[in-house]
Each structure stands twice: as C-alpha cells, then as structure tokens.
C-alpha cells in the first residue's frame, strides 16, 4: 500500500467557472430584476387606474335605485383580477403587439448641437388599445371595470342611505 499524493485540479475548473459567470453576467442572467419589476408595477398601476377612472364616470349616469351590488364579492373580484392583470403586465407588457415604438427611444441632446435617440432604461411603453386587441387582457380589464363600477355604486348607494 503506497501514498498516493491528492490529484491536482490545475486552473481548468477556474477558467470554467469564470467562462460560466461572463457569460451569465453578458446574458443578463445576474441582472437585478427589482427595478423592471418595480416599472412593471407602475405600469400595471397607471392602467388598473385609467380603469378605475372609466369605470367610476360610467355610474354617473346610472339610476342607483335599480341595483343591488354584492360589494364583498365586487372588492375580491377586483383584487383577483388587479393580480392577473398585473401578471399578464409582467409576462406580455413588452410584447411588441401591445407596445407603442414611438415612445421607446429617449432623445438625447449632443454637445455638438445635434439631437440623437438612445434607447431607454425601460424599452416599453403599453398601448392600452392594442392591448385590447389580446383576448385575456380585455376580458380582465372590462371585468376590472365592472368589479370598480359595482364597488363605485355600493358606495354610492350607502351614501344616499
């Protein structure tokens, strides 16, 4: 039974793992995804809000007297679909069908005089009435609508009370 010495690795694993971590970083993969998600939440709000709005005008021209709104089941409707409205944002907000290309560049000014375009830090920017065009996404923006119109008229109906 003789010594055998441990076996060297030499610099091949090293290499590897730095070849494995450039091209992670060049990919984007270690990317901190905290600011797109952030913008994803703006975005998300800015149209659950225009929603809101629609939604909220539509009952001024409504008799009250003749509804009877469930709000509890309005108020978890509209936080259900808020939620999937939001995901729909985070997975085909950037989808060039639903994207408006004019507003994608920021125009940035040279200091020889001339103006030229760059793209900006969020590369997106959503068009409400393209987005229409997707199935889910209009199914669940009216029905967000509805759950507003019907929580709008609930509160309504407790003031008159």
């Known amino acids: 039974m003789g010594y ?6 030499g610099a091949t694993p090293i290499v590897f ?14 990317e901190d995804t905290k600011p797109h998600n952030e913008y994803v939440q703006n975005k998300t709000r800015s149209i659950l809000s225009q929603a809101h709005k629609e939604a909220v005008n539509s009952v001024d021209t409504l008799d009250l007297r003749a509804f009877n709104v469930n709000a509890e ?11 999937e409205m939001h ?13 408006n290309y004019k507003e994608v560049y920021d125009t940035i000014h040279m200091k020889n005089g001339e103006t030229g375009f760059r793209l900006s830090k969020y590369p ?13 996404f209009a199914t669940n923006y009216d029905a967000y609508k509805n759950a507003v119109r019907k929580l709008e008229i609930a509160r309504r109906q407790q003031k008159q009370k």
Do not use: T
Not at 4 to 9: A, F, Y
Not at 91 to 98: A, C, R, T, V
């Open 4 to 9: 055998r010495p441990e076996p060297k690795l």
């Open 124 to 136: 997106w920017r959503i068009d409400i009435a393209k987005a229409k065009r997707d199935k889910y």
């Open 87 to 99: 995901e729909w944002m985070k997975h085909q907000g950037e989808n060039p069908k639903f994207c």
């Open 73 to 83: 089941s309005a108020c978890q409707d509209s936080a259900r679909l808020a939620k």
């Open 17 to 30: 793992l730095l070849i494995v971590l450039s091209v992670g970083f060049g990919i984007g993969y270690f």
